[in-house]
């Protein structure tokens, strides 16, 4: 097992971490295809930091586009337990300025086409979201980004669309009278495969316009969005920096066990190579060498005669 890091999950913006030492970029391959990018692995103040650009250096995938099954099997693989996703949003409320940051503890997923479960193929697993982010890990995340002298907001509704269009003012309207806070789109369904992954979850999330709603405020376009987000993803550093040394291991909360009662399939009835390809993620629970389906029995007749009585 490598040694517990903190994942951070770079968005718009935020594609290196300066200052980590022993840096290496390690490409990992997954169950699920290729990430965004390699992972940047190093250490900052003795802790060791897993780092992945969410879209890429360069900036080349736009959010339908995300790989989000293989970021989070990547991070989880090299050993990241607490994952903070720095994430550029639109404000769906007055008080949430421009330059502010938001950690939000609930999720709105409005995206369309994206596929946000490890599961199926043979095993069904339902994942707890009533409480999506690890309360621990925001709480860290939120001192933080006081100590680093930001606006912070903590709480409040992150709504994920699917993109890369930003909203219609019918939209922003619509989204506004729901209650939520901020919009953006990534978030979702990174947060659901993050639990999947029992990794501790939190957004940082950097407000960079008001979106299309304001009756007064320009209406949001890229422009205005790079020249706020390079602000806040300088900001964004400073708390990082702030973070790391906080975050603490073994962890207290219940995101380590988020899996523990998730499987509702029968451990008869796994595909013996689903099983295996999900070995990261349940292999604790049902450890390989259990009665899998159709696992193949190398000696004796009589259990070769058992098991093709179990698969008729
Ligand atoms: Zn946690």
Known sequence: MPEPALGIIGGSGLYELEGLEEVRWVRVRTPFGDPSD?????????????????????????????????????????????????SAVGSMREELRPLDMVVPDQFFDATKRRVSTFFGAGIVGHVGMAEPICPDLAARLHDAAVAAGARVHRGGTYLCIEGPQFSSKAESRIYRSWGVDVIGMTNMPEVKLAREAELCYATLALVTDYDVWHETEAVVNVEAVIANLLKG?????????RLIPAV???????????????????????????????????????????????????????????????RG
Not at 38 to 50: E, N, T
Not at 233 to 241: D, N, P, Q, Y
């Open 38 to 86: 390699a992972y940047c692995v190093g250490r900052f103040a003795g802790r060791r930091v897993v780092f992945l650009p969410r879209h890429g250096r360069g900036h080349r995938l736009m959010p339908s586009e995300l790989n989000f099954r293989a970021n989070i099997w990547g991070l989880k693989k090299l050993g990241a337990e607490w994952v903070v996703s720095v």
């Open 248 to 310: 603490s291991h073994p962890r207290s909360c219940s995101c380590p066990s988020l899996l523990k009662d998730a499987v509702i399939t029968a451990r008869g009835a796994f595909p013996p190579r689903t099983r295996r390809a999900l070995d990261l993620l349940i292999g604790k629970y049902f450890p390989a060498g259990g009665r899998d389906r159709a696992r193949p029995r190398p000696r004796g007749p009589g259990r070769a005669g058992q098991d093709r009585r179990r």
């Open 233 to 241: 993803v300088a900001t964004a550093r400073e708390v990082l920096r």
